[in-house]
């Protein structure tokens, strides 16, 4: 047994929180993403995620296109991921460290269940999450900026008042400022154009299948008017990541629905090339 496993059993027996991150930033503080040293004109960036309220749920979709400077780096990274069972959150910013981020986020709410013996409130999920970007201030202050979406079914709330407002979305800022948001939202660097479709689109009481195409539709749209978001690629078969979160809990949207979605609204669009 090295020095450097002893050190770190000795953490693991000391009682402590309940959170995995204060433990990581006590044992082995090197760990953690902040800590990570890049040069930020060399790191991968990602974006564009939306996020919109239906009757029932929450809907997550997130581009395929992964940037480095003026270059495409990656065609079909994925962005949007499940953090439990019915929480998902979206990255934007620098991918690299968003990714470890989302990881570290997993390991937090899991481990938070097992010492406690129950699950996090999902508002207590989305403070846990504030509390690690803004850990990452320091890096972003460097050009390695981290900036999730975080959206969820909340089942508390969903018991008290029905499932058709349980739908909850929660966007942040580089200092770790933690924001509910009204029925849509969207991050990263086609957020702009992708929010005013949004505007346009959502509607209340929509379907999941209706909250689904809004979502794509307006990362079309982002596509459309910002280099760093990747449309849906036909050819390529690469579509957006869509995520539903639900009382039955988190669901991925399969690329069947989703091609027969942008199927349509290439189709449509193409009879109103102005538009």
């Given at each position: 047994m090295t020095?450097?496993?002893?050190?770190?059993?000795?953490?693991?027996?000391?009682?402590?929180s309940s959170s995995f991150v204060e433990f990581l930033s006590a044992a082995a503080p090197d760990?953690?993403?902040?800590?990570?040293?890049?040069?930020?004109?060399m790191t991968v960036h990602?974006?564009?995620?939306?996020?919109?309220i239906y009757d029932g749920g929450v809907v997550m979709a997130g581009d395929r296109r992964a940037t480095m400077g003026n270059l495409i780096a990656q065609r079909d990274i994925e962005k949007v991921f499940p953090a439990d069972d019915f929480t998902l959150v979206g990255i934007a910013g620098?991918?690299?460290?968003?990714?470890e981020l989302v990881r570290l986020f997993q390991v937090e709410l899991e481990h938070y269940e097992k010492i406690e013996g129950t699950s996090l409130t999902l508002d207590g999920k989305a403070q846990r999450l504030a509390t690690m970007v803004r850990g990452n201030l320091g890096a972003a202050m460097q050009g390695l900026a981290v900036v999730p979406l975080f959206a969820g079914f909340d089942a508390a709330d969903a018991a008290a008042h029905g499932a058709s407002g349980a739908g909850k979305i929660y966007s942040y800022d580089v200092a770790?400022?933690?924001?509910?948001?009204?029925?849509?939202?969207?991050?990263?660097?086609?957020?702009?154009?992708?929010?005013?479709?949004?505007k346009k689109l959502w509607r209340t009481s929509m379907s999941e299948e209706d909250a689904v195409a809004v979502v794509v539709e307006s990362l079309y749209d982002a596509a459309d008017?910002?280099?760093a978001t990747g449309g849906?690629?036909?050819?390529?078969r690469i579509y957006p990541v869509v995520y539903?979160?639900?009382?039955?809990?988190?669901r991925r949207i399969g690329d069947a629905t989703l091609d027969a979605i942008v199927r349509t609204l290439t189709e449509r669009r193409a009879g109103s090339p102005g538009s």
């Open positions: 020095a450097d496993t002893r050190g770190l059993l000795r953490f693991a027996t000391d009682p402590g760990q953690l993403p902040s800590h990570r040293m890049m040069d930020p004109a990602a974006t564009t995620i939306v996020a919109a620098t991918a690299g460290m968003a990714i770790g400022g933690r924001y509910p948001e009204q029925y849509y939202h969207s991050v990263g660097s086609g957020s702009v154009f992708a929010k005013s479709a949004l008017d910002d280099s849906p690629d036909l050819t390529r539903a979160a639900t009382a039955d809990g988190v």
